[in-house]
Nanobody
Framework: VQLQASGGGLVQAGGSLRLSCEASDPTFSNYATGWFRQAPGKEREFVSGITWKGGRTYYAEFVQGRFTISRDNAKNTVHLQMNSLKPEDTAVYYC?????????????????WGQGTEVTVSS
């Protein structure tokens, strides 16, 4: 499965962006999906995850109430709606997918990764 992340860009603090992760394979609907981010000089960290049917969602504490993950399996796409962005949200955002993901925060549980999309939030 190839994943294509898009939607990043430059936005002012308080603004919004909507990231998309589109898969090349319709079997993507069978994969749990997550978003991770990596800021310059920092390790990659979990942002949000969603089960393959979309019935459960998971968020890192630092994005709770600001970000919303969703999926449209008919379009092989997962979205991350990011509102009330802060300068500390600046990072490259990666989407990832896995067939069996037990702990969504663990990057090693995901088999497929997109190339990343850059988000810059100015103060």
């Amino acid at each position: 499965v190839q994943l294509q992340a898009s939607g990043g860009g430059l936005v002012q603090a308080g603004g919004s962006l909507r990231l998309s992760c589109e898969a090349s394979d319709p079997t993507f609907s069978n994969y749990a999906t997550g978003w991770f981010r990596q800021a310059p000089g920092k390790e990659r960290e979990f942002v949000s995850g969603i089960t393959w049917k979309g019935g459960r969602t998971y968020y890192a504490e630092f994005v709770q109430g600001r970000f919303t993950i969703s999926r449209d399996n008919a379009k092989n796409t997962v979205h991350l709606q990011m509102n009330s962005l802060k300068p500390e949200d600046t990072a490259v955002y990666y989407c990832a997918a896995g067939t069996v993901v037990t702990h969504y925060v663990h990057a090693y549980e995901y088999h497929y990764w997109g190339q990343g999309t850059e988000v810059t939030v100015s103060s």
